[in-house]
């Protein structure tokens, strides 16, 4: 069975003193209506915490500067897309709606390659839809690019933490830029290093420019918050 998702909409945003009541809009609000939008699968949104940004190995220009990451995963782009511009435009005009005019990526973005470790089980288009910790994101301008090859996909999914690897790609006026998206389901910070160096010294790309390589976390629940009391209360008592 082929990936159903062939586009993935990517908005990274830097925000300033409206960041919290930025994020309690976007994830109780408008997150939860772009899911009645027939042909969008999956979103998610990732937040670099000061621990994240002092983890940071490069952040360069406007896009070095991102602390937001907003996904949202499309089955096909021509289908959702008229939807998705459409019910924007609705919630804005019912005043739900936050502008955030620093966002420097805010587009879709074709699906180019994915993988996923063998130790996590699920195939490489399901890694998205796995609970994660959170995400080491790359993101690199290039002249000439091909997908990461498997042998380094492979040396980077052998990394403790690291559960899948997407790669997106957009072309630009001056060549591609291509959205690198490594899924965890550790602690982003603790990862970072290794992940950092295995990349620098596995995926060499001619023309590349590097502007942001970092940790993001996860805001949904990882799977250490279902270990511990709750499970073992769920056990005790029989409830659901």
């Known amino acids: 069975m082929d990936n159903k998702i062939h586009s993935v909409f990517v908005s990274l945003t830097e925000t300033d003193q409206i960041a919290a009541q930025y994020v309690h809009w976007h994830q109780m609000d408008h997150m939860p209506e772009q899911f009645r939008i027939s042909g969008l699968s999956w979103g998610q949104r990732f937040i670099a915490t000061p621990?994240?940004?002092?983890?940071r190995a490069v952040g360069e220009g406007p896009i070095g500067r991102c602390?937001?990451?907003q996904m949202y995963l499309f089955d096909d782009l021509d289908q959702v897309m008229p939807d998705f511009v459409a019910l924007g435009r609705d919630l804005?005009?019912?005043d739900r709606h936050?502008?955030?005019?620093?966002a420097p990526i805010q587009a879709s973005f074709d699906v180019v390659a994915t993988h996923a470790?063998?130790?996590v089980l699920v195939h490489p288009a399901a890694a998205p839809f796995r609970p994660n910790h959170g995400i080491y994101l790359i993101v690199e301008h290039?002249?000439?690019?091909?997908?990461?090859?498997?042998?380094?996909?492979?040396?980077?999914?052998d990394l403790p933490g690291v559960a899948g690897l997407w790669q997106v790609a957009r072309p630009n006026n001056v060549g591609t830029t291509v959205v690198s998206i490594v899924y965890l389901d550790a602690d982003p910070i603790t990862v970072s290093p290794a992940i950092h160096r295995t990349w620098s010294r596995v995926h060499g790309l001619n023309g590349a420019t590097t502007q942001l390589s970092g940790p993001f976390r996860s805001l949904f629940p990882p799977?250490?918050?279902?270990d511990g009391e709750y499970l073992d209360q769920r056990a005790a008592t029989g409830r659901p």
Do not use: F, G, M, Y
């Not at 621990?51 to 983890?55: E, F, G, I, K, P």
């Open 51 to 55: 621990q994240c940004l002092a983890s």
């Open 67 to 69: 602390q937001h990451l």
């Open 92 to 94: 804005k005009a019912q």
């Open 98 to 102: 936050i502008a955030n005019p620093n």
């Open 117 to 119: 470790a063998p130790r």
């Open 142 to 157: 290039v002249t000439a690019w091909t997908p990461v090859a498997q042998a380094a996909a492979d040396e980077l999914l």
């Open 223 to 226: 799977p250490a918050a279902w």
